[in-house]
């Protein structure tokens, strides 16, 4: 069911999860998402990741994002959720 809709979805947002190493079904999950929409070439969903404010935890979890969506994902790596809900995507919540 997680596959289906991680399919289906234009934007995905990850808060306070890191993706560890050893959680390797969260990860296969998205990857199994991501190669279905490549396979009917379906837009990329946008990922949204909060990640802390430390500059090198952003380079890293983009990196690591990569890995689980592609290097062609769309990302946008905050420190803090506060950054992402002032973008487009998400003002929805602020209203």
Do not use: W
Request: hydrophobic content about 40%.
């Amino acid at each position: 069911a997680a596959i289906a809709i991680l399919q289906e979805a234009d934007l995905i947002l990850s808060v306070g999860y890191s993706f560890p190493p050893s959680d390797f079904h969260s990860k296969r999950v998205f990857q199994l998402a991501g190669m279905v929409r490549r396979r009917n070439n379906e837009k990329v969903a946008r990922v949204l990741s909060c990640v802390g404010p430390d500059a090198e935890d952003k380079r890293k979890q983009k990196e690591k994002l990569k890995t689980i969506f592609g290097t062609n994902a769309d990302m946008e790596i905050a420190s803090c959720f506060d950054q992402l809900v002032k973008g487009d995507e998400l003002k929805f919540l602020t209203t």
